[in-house]
């Protein structure tokens, strides 16, 4: 597939950093250990800050939407929000990225060129070099959510793009912008019935729209009681949890899936929530 290319680099200053460190953060007491400290912790290998690489998809041509992955949009805000410098590698398709990811998915984290995958694993890396300030037991509720974020709320992602047949034509256009005619014609409609059936046999699309719809409603409830009015979402200071949920949530936030998007919308303590972590962890406008 295509060969990846390295765009631009953020502005903000890299820690050091060291791959080999223990992948659970120790406990700490968020009174005493301050982000600063905790930014000077970590010693790479060499002594020099490592290259941060991220693997995943071109620009998305609309400068309301940095990535259209949410779990890469995920991993950028955990960094960002950690004040970590990285590049972009871009792959048109998620597997242009396989060379690192078997499974052939994005996102991709290289550091000094050694493939980290899977969004927890990336997150988890980046735990163990800048620790969000959580005790062990907000940890463990930040694992819960993370994992709900990344299962429940993403089959709703997913069945908003290329399920519901509302949004389906503009997606297409979209997301198949730069591709010829053809493979917009024939391609498109297949990648559509693969992904359709994968809802189904996730339990997302079995019981059919209304139902998926009627799920996702009662779920944007519960988060809407839930939301915090300050700070993260399990912690004075944002998290895992944040990163995560931000990144599902703030994938509805877009006139590719308009009814998805105002569901959210009608929710002020959520909206507010999102805003607040988006205003926390914004990746600078040339990364
Ligand atoms: N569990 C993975 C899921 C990643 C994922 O589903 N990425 C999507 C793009 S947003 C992808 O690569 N899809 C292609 C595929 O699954 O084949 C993670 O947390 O990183």
Redesign the pocket.
């Known amino acids: 597939m295509t060969e990846l290319t390295v765009t631009r680099e953020l502005h903000h200053e890299p820690p050091t950093s060291n791959t080999s460190a223990p992948r659970v953060a120790p406990k700490r007491d968020p009174r005493v250990a301050s982000k600063h400290d905790a930014r000077a912790t970590p010693k790479s290998r060499s002594g020099q800050a490592p290259k941060l690489e991220l693997c995943e998809l071109g620009e998305t041509g609309d400068p309301a939407a940095e990535t259209h992955?949410?779990?890469?949009l995920k991993v950028r805000r955990a960094m960002a929000a950690k004040g970590l410098v990285f590049t972009s590698r871009r792959g048109v398709a998620?597997?242009d990225h396989r060379t690192y990811n078997p499974?052939?998915?994005?996102?991709v984290l290289l550091v000094d060129g050694e493939a980290v995958?899977?969004?927890?694993e990336i997150v988890d890396a980046l735990e163990t070099w800048v620790p969000s300030e959580l005790t062990e037991a907000e940890r463990a509720e930040s694992v819960l959510w993370e994992e709900l974020a990344?299962t429940a709320l993403?089959g709703f992602v997913v069945a908003s793009r290329w399920a519901d047949e509302e949004n389906w034509a503009r997606v297409k256009t979209r997301f198949f912008a730069d591709a010829p005619a053809p493979v917009r014609a024939i391609v498109a409609p297949m990648i559509r019935r693969r992904i359709v059936q994968s809802l189904v046999a996730r339990d997302v699309w079995k019981a059919g729209p209304e139902r998926c719809w009627a799920r996702f409603e009662k779920l944007l409830d519960a988060l809407e009681r839930r939301a915090p009015e300050r700070g993260g979402w399990c912690s004075a200071s944002l998290g895992p949890a944040d990163f995560a949920l931000f990144g599902q949530l703030q994938s509805f936030r877009s006139d590719l899936t308009p009814s998805q998007r105002d569901a959210v919308e009608r929710r002020p303590r959520l909206r507010a929530y999102l805003d607040r972590v988006d205003q926390a962890t914004r990746v600078p406008s040339d990364a």
Request: charged share 10%.
């Open positions: 992955s949410p779990f890469c998620p597997s499974l052939g998915q994005i996102p995958y899977d969004s927890t990344d993403n």
